[in-house]
C-alpha cells in the first residue's frame, strides 16, 4: 500500500466539545510543522501531547489545539502518526482537513487507518472487523463480543487450529516428494483424530454464530397471535411506553410496528404485527401476509392468545400454519384474569398433535395490560437466545461475523472430504488437495490468505477517520 500521508476527521459529525483529525504516513509529522509555531514537531518525542495553536499559510489562528504523536511502528497503524484535537466545531475541523490537504495529505478512504494497521501487521483481519464492530456496538453483549474478538478470541482459536493441521500436511507434502518410494511419514489414525477435533471445534464456532449474530444485528422477535389477544398490549409493556395503539376493536393493528428493546444487555427487534384471521378485507389481507412474512425470517415468535377465545385446536392449527423449524417459539397465555384455570396441559397435553413442541418454560401466563410476569416473560427471551447461560461470557469466543462463519463452513466441508478421504484409504494426492484447502479457508478469516477484493469490501464499509 502508499505510504503517502492520509487525512481525515474521526470524531462524529455536528457540534461537540472536542474533534480529532488524525493523519497518518511517512512524513505527517513534519509536514505540520510550518503551521504549529509552538513547537517544533520533527524534533519533539513521540507517544507524548503538545498544546498550542495551529496556524494557516498565512500565520492566521485556526485553533488552540493539542497535538498527539506516534512515530512508527509504534502507533495505530504502524506510521507515522498526529492526532490534532480541537474545538469540535465542524467549520474548524474542515479548516484544519484543507490545511492538510494543501500541505499535501490527502482525505483517507472508508477505513483506510485500520487497512493500514492490518497491511503493517498491527491487527489481523478478524481484529481489524472487530474495531468495525466495536464501534457499532449498541448493546452490553455485542461490546462484550467484539471486545473479546478485538484482543485476539477469534485469531487465537483460527490459528491453533492451523497450526495443528500445518503440521500434518507439511508430512502429507513431504510423503508427495517421496511418492515413487511408497513411504508414510503422517500417522493416518492420528490425522484422522486431529482432524474430528478440529471439526468438533469449528461445529462449536459455527453454531455459536446463530447467538453472535443474533446479538450483532438485534434479535428480531416477533409478536403474532389471532386479533384482540393483547400483542400490541404487551408490546407496550415491553417497552414500557404506549408505543402501539390499543382497542378491543379486532384488527386494529393493520401493519407491522417494530421497535428495540435492550433485554439483558441484548437487543431485541420486537416486531408487533396484524391478527391472523382470514382477512375481512384488502387492507387487512395485505396486514395478515406481511406478519407471516415477519415469521418467515424472524429469530423468536411469540405467540399471544387470549385463553377466553382461543381453544387447543386454534392453538394447534395457528402454530402449525406457522411453523418453521429454526424459528423459536415462546407462547404467551394472555387474560388470564379472564380464565385463571388455564393450564399448560389443557393446550399441551397428551391429546396436543401438533408440529411445535413447546416446553412448559416457555409458556408464560400473563395479564399483559397489568403487566404481570412481565419480568419473567423478559428472563425467557433472554434464555432463547444466551441457551440458558445468563448473559454472554467475554472470556468464551463467540462468532459474529458472516465472513468467517461462511470461511468456517467451507473449511469444515475440506476437513469432511479429508476424513472421507482417509476413510476409504484415497491417496495423498488428493488427501493434500483437501487440506491446502481447509487451510486456505481457515486463513482467510485471519488475513493470512487474502486479495485487494476482500479488503477492498470489507473496510469500504468502515467509518472515515478509522
Not at 20 to 28: F, K, N, P, T
Not at 76 to 95: M, N
Not at 247 to 271: H, K
Request: hydrophobic fraction near 40%; glycine fraction near 10%; charge should be negative.
Amino acid at each position: 500500500m502508499s505510504q503517502d500521508v492520509i487525512i481525515a476527521v474521526a470524531t462524529p459529525a455536528g457540534e461537540g466539545a472536542i474533534g480529532v483529525v488524525r493523519l497518518s504516513g511517512s512524513g505527517c509529522i513534519g509536514m505540520l510543522d510550518p503551521y504549529f509555531p509552538s513547537r517544533k514537531l520533527i524534533d519533539a518525542p513521540a507517544r507524548r501531547v503538545y498544546f498550542g495553536t495551529l496556524v494557516d499559510q498565512k500565520g492566521e489562528a485556526i485553533d488552540e489545539v493539542v497535538m498527539t504523536l506516534y512515530r512508527s511502528p509504534a502507533s495505530y497503524t504502524g506510521e507515522d502518526a498526529v492526532e490534532i484535537s480541537c474545538h469540535g466545531s465542524p467549520y474548524i475541523l474542515q479548516r484544519i482537513v484543507r490545511l492538510g490537504n494543501e500541505a499535501g495529505a490527502r482525505p483517507a478512504a472508508p477505513g483506510e487507518f485500520s487497512q493500514r494497521a492490518f497491511l503493517n501487521g498491527k491487527l489481523d483481519l478478524s481484529q481489524a472487523e472487530a474495531v468495525a464492530d466495536l464501534i457499532a456496538s449498541r448493546s452490553a453483549a455485542a461490546h462484550r463480543i467484539a471486545l473479546g474478538q478485538l484482543r485476539g478470541g477469534v485469531s487465537n482459536e483460527i490459528a491453533e487450529l492451523r497450526a495443528k493441521l500445518i503440521d500434518f500436511a507439511s508430512l502429507i507434502e513431504l510423503e508427495l516428494d517421496f511418492g515413487e518410494e511408497d513411504v508414510e511419514f503422517a500417522d493416518r489414525t492420528a490425522l484422522s483424530r486431529l482432524v474430528a477435533t478440529i471439526r468438533g471445534r469449528i461445529d462449536s464456532l459455527t453454531t455459536s454464530f446463530r447467538l453472535g449474530n443474533a446479538i450483532k444485528e438485534g434479535v428480531s422477535t416477533v409478536i403474532a397471535g389471532r386479533p384482540n389477544a393483547g400483542k400490541s398490549t404487551l408490546l407496550n409493556a415491553l417497552l414500557n411506553e404506549e408505543r402501539a395503539i390499543v382497542s378491543n376493536i379486532p384488527g386494529t393493528t393493520r401493519d407491522t410496528i417494530e421497535e428495540t428493546v435492550n433485554i439483558g444487555g441484548i437487543p431485541f427487534r420486537l416486531i408487533d404485527t396484524a391478527g391472523i384471521r382470514d382477512a375481512t378485507d384488502t387492507i387487512e389481507a395485505m396486514g395478515v401476509e406481511r406478519t407471516l412474512r415477519q415469521v418467515a425470517v424472524g429469530n423468536i415468535l411469540v405467540y399471544v392468545f387470549d385463553v377466553v377465545e382461543t381453544d387447543p385446536a386454534t392453538l394447534a392449527a395457528d402454530l402449525d400454519r406457522l411453523y418453521r423449524e429454526e424459528l423459536e417459539l415462546v407462547v404467551v397465555a394472555n387474560k388470564m384474569d379472564l380464565n385463571p384455570y388455564t393450564k399448560y396441559e389443557h393446550y399441551f397435553g397428551d391429546g396436543y398433535a401438533g408440529k411445535w413442541a413447546v416446553p412448559r418454560e416457555r409458556w408464560i401466563p400473563m395479564i399483559a395490560s397489568e403487566r404481570s410476569n412481565l419480568d419473567y416473560l423478559r428472563q425467557t427471551l433472554s434464555e432463547v437466545v444466551t441457551g440458558g447461560r445468563g448473559g454472554v461470557d467475554v472470556q468464551e469466543v463467540i462468532l459474529s461475523n458472516a465472513r468467517h462463519y461462511d470461511a468456517l463452513r467451507r473449511a469444515d466441508g475440506a476437513l469432511e472430504r479429508v476424513a472421507d478421504g482417509l476413510d476409504s484409504g484415497l491417496s495423498q494426492d488428493f488427501v493434500a488437495m483437501d487440506i491446502r484447502q481447509s487451510l486456505r479457508d481457515l486463513g482467510e478469516i485471519t488475513g493470512e490468505i487474502t486479495t485487494d477484493d476482500l479488503l477492498g469490501n470489507i473496510f469500504s464499509n468502515f467509518c472515515i477517520g478509522k
